[in-house]
Structure formats: C-alpha cells, structure tokens
C-alpha cells in the first residue's frame, strides 16, 4: 500500500530520499517519474491522486537555478508557485499532508543572526520570491502541511557544490571562493532522514520548520573543508562578493536557527562537517 509520493524524485533530494528509504527498508513511498508526475499536468497529478490516494505527499520538485531564474521568472514561477498550487488543491481533495521543501532565500540576509520561522520574509532574488510564493499557496489551501525551508544543500547525486568543488579541485592550482556569505551546508541525505522522522512521528504540530546541518560556514570555508577532508591539494583564495559578481543577488547571512523542529520531532541534528566526511568518503569510494 502506497503511503506517501515523492515529486521531484529525480532531483538531488528526491534521489536521497530513495536511497533512505531503501536502506530503512520502507516500502510504502512511491517515487513517480516526471513524465507520470510532471506538477504542472493537474490531469497526470489527478490520476496519481485517485489511483493511490496518499497520506503524504513529498514535494521536492523545483525551479532552483538562482541565476537563470531571473531571466526565466515565467517559468520559475509556474514551477515554484502555479506547481505547487497544483499539489495543494489535490491534497486538499484528498485529505493528504502536504510537506513541501523550501528555500533559506525567503530571506533577505542582512542580519547576522540566525532566521527563526517567525521572521519578517523579503527575498532579494527572483527564486527566493518564487519559493515564497509556493509557500504562501500552501498555507492559504492546506491545513495540514509542514513547510522545510533548507539551504546550501549538497550530497553524491546531482550537481551540488561540493561535487563542483571536487571536480574544479582536481583540475585547477587554485580556486576563488566568496568568503563574505554565510550559511549552514545540508546533506540532502540528513534532510531525506529528517523528513521520513516526521512522517514516522504522526505529529500534527503543522506548519514552518527549518532545517540544515548544526554549525556555521562561509562558501570559502566550506570548500577548505571539501579540500581538507578529500586530501585534495588547491590553493584556496578567498574572495568578496563583490569581485564575484552574479546575475542574482545572494543573502549575505542565511543561518536559519533549528530549535524548532529539533523540539517538535525530537530530532538530533549533526553537525555539517561530519556530515560532510560522510558524504566525500561515499564520493571516494
């Protein structure tokens, strides 16, 4: 019996998310391919709804690329938003619980203190608008939904920054890296878990949590980190934003502070370098 659907499921969470439930042994997530669960085909999502009629739906499915998405606003938000809009409608009529994966970029980052869920949003990119927009739909059709805003998200699938680095590591000397932004790195497969613990939990305690790795880091630091553990040798330089300039514009401070779900759920959060070793020794194997 099918239990919860993951869309999205060929995207990087989407992949964890299979590869946890395997491992957990879980047989009751359903991972549809896009072509049977494209978000923005409201008759293809229909059939899926009324053929399993799902307790949860998992959406991991998104517009993510920051920069493009400022010249595809249409198609970002169609995505991010009209998508979703989609999903909430159906999970409405099928009294199933929403748990829709967000972005640190609702945030503007200009204060250097960890996001609460309770925080004034103010996007300063097309995405980051876009992501806000999905979870306004979400709060004004469901009741019963969990909102996971992350960030810095990487792990052994899909192109991330830490593979990036891994690459860029192997070819070059010496590597240019922003130092002046800071945020949390999240392994998608510590996500991945986080998610299937509140689905086990039952708990109706719904709404917005937040969720990344335990600890602080620049971009800068982070690749330090990804040579350090990998015993990749480059010379690392950091850099400015503002000598690295891209077509959006990033939070300078994207912390998001995890008290709450880690309350709610019980939940232990490691700490993103040890994650991280687990992740590059995966890559290396």
């Known amino acids: 019996m099918i239990n ?21 042994g879980i047989n009751s997530v359903y991972f549809p391919l896009e072509g049977e669960a ?9 059939k899926i709804f009324e053929k399993y009629k799902p307790s949860y739906i998992i959406n991991c499915a998104a517009y993510t ?17 009209t998508g979703v ?70 792990s052994e699938y899909a192109n991330n920054f830490v593979k990036t680095m891994l690459k860029l590591g192997a070819e070059r000397d010496e590597l240019k890296i922003i130092a002046d932004q800071t945020g ?11 998610i299937i613990q509140i689905i086990e939990n039952q708990s109706a305690a719904y709404g917005i949590y937040h969720y990344s790795n335990e600890g602080i880091t620049s971009w800068y630091d982070f690749a330090r980190a990804i040579f350090d553990i990998s015993e990749t040798k480059v010379k690392v330089v950091p850099v400015k934003t ?19 779900i880690k309350k709610e759920f019980d939940m232990e959060i490691p700490y993103w370098r040890d994650s991280l070793k687990i992740c590059i020794a995966k890559l290396q194997a």
Not at 13 to 20: A, F, P, R, S, V
Not at 116 to 123: F, K, M, S, W
Not at 184 to 194: E, F, N, Q, V
């Open 4 to 24: 919860s659907i993951v869309f999205g499921a060929s995207g990087q969470l989407g992949q964890c998310l299979k590869m946890t439930v395997d491992n957990k």
């Open 38 to 46: 494209n978000i923005l085909d409201n008759d293809a999502l229909t």
């Open 65 to 81: 690329a920051v920069d493009k998405a400022e010249d595809d606003v249409e198609i970002a938000l169609k995505v991010n938003k």
């Open 85 to 154: 809009e989609n999903i909430s409608h159906l999970c409405a009529a099928y009294n199933s619980t929403l748990i829709h994966v967000s972005t640190d970029f609702v945030f503007k980052g200009d204060q250097p203190t960890p996001r609460v869920e309770t925080d004034i949003t103010e996007p300063v990119n097309v995405y980051g608008q876009t992501k806000l927009d999905g979870e306004k739909v979400v709060e004004d059709l469901l009741e019963k939904y969990f909102i996971i805003r992350t960030g810095w998200l990487y």
């Open 184 to 194: 949390t790195p999240t392994y998608a497969i510590d996500l991945a878990s986080c």
């Open 242 to 260: 503002s000598e690295y300039v891209t077509r959006a514009i990033r939070p300078a401070y994207s912390v998001m502070d995890k008290s709450k």
